[in-house]
């Protein structure tokens, strides 16, 4: 069964959409700890990130890489932090998350809710920094 970001990759779910290549797929997170926190994830349905190859795995952290340099120049931010979970969604993926601060990367700490046209708005500022 597909994982939902599978179905997100298929078009069958929406998504704020940041990038995508061949192999990888760049959208916002819609419980996100800052504006502007996305998630990257390869197509291919691997559980965990560590047994990606070593190449698939090398180039997801390239693609991640140009996609936290578009948020870096579209948001204001000290940097951006990365984060490896996994627990909820079995489909590897990497949290890039906006950060001023060491606590702006806890995930305890209560979600944002944004507006569908800010969302939008954050994802159409990220695309244009690509």
């Known amino acids: ?21 061949e192999r990888h797929y760049a959208f916002l997170d819609i419980s996100p700890l800052q504006k502007g926190h996305a998630l990257v994830i390869p197509k291919r349905e691997v559980d965990y990130l560590f047994d990606l190859p070593d190449e698939e795995l090398a180039a997801l952290v390239v693609f991640a890489k140009k996609v936290a340099r578009a948020i870096e120049k579209s948001l204001p931010c000290k940097r951006v932090g990365v984060a490896v979970l996994g627990l909820e969604v079995p489909h590897a993926h ?12 806890d995930f305890y700490h209560e979600k944002l809710t944004l507006s569908p046209e800010e969302m939008a708005n954050i994802a159409a500022a990220i695309r244009a920094n690509l």
């Open 94 to 105: 990497l949290h890039l998350v906006p950060m001023h601060g060491g606590r702006d990367l």
């Open 1 to 21: 069964m597909p994982t939902i970001f599978s179905k997100i990759v298929a078009g069958e779910i929406p998504s704020y959409k940041l990038a995508e290549d």
